[in-house]
């Protein structure tokens, strides 16, 4: 059924769902040219607003896309509790083997965007 909805949408893409999040413009679930599921850009934003917000983070406003979890002061506990915020913020659950593999904010972001149940 959810393959069938796949084919459906990427068909008529104007049918595509969009999805609000908080002060966010609408996310649109699918672009089929890209393989995204959640536009990269909006993923971004709130990730590093997300990041942002930690205590452990030096300078926030320094944190960029290339940023390692070490450049932006980051214990491997921190890192722990940064990356549930995120799964709490896109309502999405990262297994273990996979947040091991981000060594950058892009790559956390590339994983969320790709996913089909981030929201």
Not at 2 to 11: A, D, E, M, W
Not at 57 to 67: C, E, G, H, R, Y
Request: with cysteine; aromatic share 12%.
């Amino acid at each position: 059924m959810n393959r069938r909805l796949v084919q459906i949408f990427n068909k008529q893409f104007s049918q595509v769902p969009k999805f609000f999040t908080s002060n966010e413009q609408p996310m649109v679930l699918r672009n089929e040219k890209s393989g995204y599921y959640v536009n990269p850009e909006a993923v971004a934003r709130r990730m590093i607003k997300v990041i942002s917000l930690h205590d452990d983070v030096k300078n926030p406003s320094a944190i960029t896309l290339q940023s390692t979890w070490t450049d932006i002061g980051l214990s491997d506990m921190a890192y722990v509790e940064v990356m549930v915020e995120v799964e709490r913020e896109f309502e999405i659950e990262f297994p273990d083997t996979d947040v091991e593999c981000f060594r950058t904010v892009n790559d956390a972001v590339e994983y969320v965007a790709r996913s089909f149940f981030a929201v």
